[in-house]
């Protein structure tokens, strides 16, 4: 079974940063895109960077210049490395696969289950 596991959250002082990890699990034989999503309270869960199978990325707008996206494909892990962190960036942070496993046929999306990030002083 599928599993996407993220890890990183916590509370930080605005200015801070914080890195995210998100490891793949189970029987996974390719991963496409990956990416971080976010929802804070009383919001939509909103997209926040993106990469690709080819290392492209893409970022929101609210968060360009200040996350940097990456990934590292032998560990079957994406990671968000947060920094210039503002009160507003407070959410639930998801990790999100597209993949093939040994029992698929076609690329499914996967999500985790979330890490809170508190941004806060």
């Known amino acids: 079974q599928v599993q996407l596991v993220e890890s990183g959250g916590g509370l930080v002082q605005p200015g801070g940063s914080l890195r995210l990890s998100c490891a793949a699990s189970?029987?996974?034989?390719?991963?496409?895109?990956m990416a971080w999503y976010r929802q804070a309270p009383g919001k939509q869960r909103e997209l926040v960077a993106i990469?690709?199978?080819?290392?492209?990325?893409n970022y929101a707008d609210s968060v360009k210049g200040r996350f940097t996206i990456s990934r590292d494909n032998a560990k079957n892990t994406v990671y968000l490395q947060m920094s210039s962190l503002k009160p507003e960036d407070t959410a639930v942070y998801y990790c999100?696969?597209?993949?093939?496993?040994?029992?698929?046929?076609?690329?499914?999306?996967?999500w985790g289950q979330g890490t809170q990030v508190t941004v806060s002083s």
């Open positions: 189970g029987g996974i034989t390719s991963i496409y895109a």
């Open positions: 999100n696969a597209d993949l093939v496993t040994i029992v698929t046929i076609s690329p499914k999306n996967y």
């Open positions: 990469i690709t199978s080819g290392a492209s990325t």
